[in-house]
């Protein structure tokens, strides 16, 4: 029961053959027995959830229906806010931090008749493909506790893949949604970007929409995918006085029907042997079911120029709360750089001290990729690539400048993995995560599926389909 979809569950409630409270008190014993092992629900609600869940139940038995989630327990991102829990992102800085309101996505999933056990770990500044912090420790992979589930949404993922929760919202700057998703074995959407407003995830209030962060929805199936989309979407109060979200739905109805391209390996950002042949074996898959497949199709720009754009841009984003001492020192650093250093370092200082003349310059850059990306959509109706360049690896808790990542015996930066995240994200696309089985390891691998904008409801359903044929969701071994 407790890995069953959000779908399944929902429909199992409404037809009265589990109650909502049943359901909620069946996850508390699990997390209550098998969490420690994990740390993936850090902030507790549980009595809360249970007067929550015998309301739920007495709404029905009167003939009184919420909405597709019905009675439906779930758990939720730290970075959300939930009215009188801490709202930190692993920062101590922001404890005590207590929402007197319920943020706008938790809003909504409680209008669709969710309510909440509690919230999920993620790193500090939800910025790391780990999740952990001073505040709330480590959280570990349920496939392999010695290893991640990924960052920042890795509680989220973890708690999912382990049974804790019957849905979970994430965010995405990175591949905070996607990257925990893979590592993990489940189902992960990053939005187009600004379809789910970000309002309530934030640690002060009134901030305006980001350029590249999203929120979305991370699920054990795909069609929990779509039925969270539905909800979490659509414009904010003032903006819903003059428009409305209307997403094209897919005309595709059989996988023999779509166009798509494999992307499976890329010279400046290599990934895994594994993760590749998994990419191509998904392209032969489709092939063999009739659909017209490339292994070579690309869009029309620069890899390299896309990365740098994609870093100046986030690097300008994330260092925006320096000091003006800080960026003093950063700005010293760029005005020595050689003009074809794209080292790590050099990227972060150009993004530090970029003006706002020159943002606009790097945003133009950023719509001629756009334009690309949507002249290639126009020929295919689906790319296929890798989220991250291996299965999830060990703990690292050290300097993350000083952190590598061995890939087939090889050592690479940290952060030079990002690219597979960055190349969708920098475009403002929608992408949804699907697992495709194990490796040789035993752990999860997970791959892309990426459309052109607003094209959300396509790769899910994509995402469906494939599902299908090569498998979904499996529940971790020791967590079953």
């Not at 309101?101 to 919230?119: C, I, P, T, Y």
């Not at 500044?125 to 959280?139: C, E, M, P, R, V």
């Not at 000083?402 to 994200?425: N, T």
Request: proline residues 5%.
């Amino acid at each position: 029961m407790h890995h069953l979809s959000a779908s399944e569950l929902s429909k199992k409630i409404k037809a009265k053959e589990i109650t909502s409270t049943e359901l909620t008190k069946l996850y508390i014993d699990r997390i209550e027995k098998y969490d420690d092992a994990i740390n993936s629900v850090i902030v507790r609600i549980f009595d809360k959830a249970l007067e929550d869940a015998e309301k739920a139940d007495i709404a029905l038995a009167k003939g009184d229906y919420w909405g597709p989630l019905h009675g439906l327990p779930m758990t939720i991102k730290e970075s959300y806010k939930i009215k009188d829990t801490d709202t930190t992102w692993g920062n101590e800085s922001f404890k005590g931090n207590l929402a007197d309101e319920d943020g706008l996505a938790v809003q909504r999933l409680k209008k669709a008749g969710a309510h909440f056990l509690g919230k999920t770990n993620v790193p500090l500044d939800l910025s790391d493909f780990q999740s952990y912090n001073k505040i709330y420790g480590t959280t570990n992979n349920p496939w392999d506790i010695t290893k991640t589930p990924g960052g920042s949404s890795g509680g989220s993922a973890a708690a999912l893949a382990a049974g804790f929760t019957g849905l979970e919202a994430g965010s995405d700057i990175g591949g905070s949604i996607r990257n925990p998703a893979h590592y993990c074995g489940i189902y992960g959407h990053k939005p187009t970007h600004g379809i789910i407003p970000s309002a309530g995830h934030e640690l002060i209030p009134n901030v305006p929409e980001p350029d590249l962060s999203v929120c979305g929805p991370m699920a054990r199936s795909a069609e929990d995918l779509r039925m969270a989309l539905d909800i979490m979407a659509g414009p904010k109060e003032r903006e819903a006085t003059g428009w409305k979200l209307d997403l094209p739905e897919t005309k595709l109805k059989e996988l023999k029907e779509f166009r798509v391209a494999i992307w499976s390996n890329e010279e400046m950002a290599p990934v895994s042997s594994e993760i590749a042949d998994r990419a191509t074996m998904i392209g032969n898959t489709l092939d063999d079911l009739g659909a017209t497949v490339s292994f070579n199709a690309r869009p029309a720009f620069d890899s390299m120029h896309q990365e740098i754009v994609y870093q100046t841009l986030l690097q300008s984003l994330l260092t925006v709360s320096m000091a003006d001492d800080e960026v003093k020192v950063i700005q010293n650093i760029v005005d020595n750089l050689k003009p074809n250093d794209f080292s790590a370092e050099a990227l972060i200082a150009r993004g530090t001290v970029l003006s706002h003349r020159n943002w606009l310059r790097t945003n133009y850059q950023r719509e001629q990729i756009k334009i690309a990306w949507q002249k290639f959509f126009e020929e295919w109706d689906i790319l296929i690539c890798p989220q991250q360049a291996t299965t999830a690896f060990s703990h690292d808790q050290g300097r993350i400048s000083e952190r590598k990542l061995i890939v087939d015996g090889k050592e690479q930066p940290y952060f030079q993995q990002i690219f597979w995240a960055g190349l969708i994200i920098n475009a403002h696309l929608p992408s949804t995560v699907f697992p495709t089985g194990l490796s040789g390891e035993g752990l999860p691998i997970g791959l892309q599926a990426v459309s052109g904008h607003y094209q959300d409801k396509k790769t899910i359903e994509f995402s469906r389909l494939l599902a299908k044929e090569i498998g979904g969701f499996t529940p971790p071994k020791d967590f079953i």
